[in-house]
């Protein structure tokens, strides 16, 4: 069973950074890309970046210069450093593994394993 787990979510005031980690139990994970999306309750599920096998990464607009994605062969782990955080950064932040296009990193559909989420809260 493929698992999936985010940690490192937390209370930060604004222009703090947090960390967010996310584990897998996926086999040949590395022939897996791997993105980041966070979700408001009431508003859809909007990507965060994505980081392809081939090691290609995307960032939404609202977040590049500011957020990293990145990932570690030998522990299986995806991460997300997240500085100069923003009120508007509040949300639950997912992590998600497929085989994806370049082209389709930042589509949420593209995805077929999702984590369980961790919340990230930024105060003014």
């Known amino acids: 069973q493929v698992q999936l787990v985010e940690s490192g979510g937390g209370s930060v005031q604004s222009g703090g950074s947090l960390t967010l980690s996310c584990g897998t139990s996926i086999y040949n994970y590395w022939s897996y890309c791997m993105g980041w999306f966070r979700q408001v309750p009431g508003k859809e599920r909007e990507a965060v970046a994505g980081i392809h096998s081939d090691g290609t990464t995307r960032y939404a607009d609202s977040v590049k210069g500011r957020f990293t994605i990145s990932r570690e062969r030998a522990r299986n782990t995806l991460s997300l450093q997240m500085d100069s955080l923003k009120p508007e950064d509040t949300a639950t932040y997912y992590c998600?593994?497929?085989?994806?296009?370049?082209?389709?990193?930042?589509?949420?559909?593209?995805?077929?394993?999702w984590g369980q989420g961790t919340q990230v809260t930024v105060s003014s």
């Open positions: 998600a593994a497929g085989r994806v296009i370049p082209s389709l990193l930042l589509n949420p559909a593209s995805y077929k394993y």
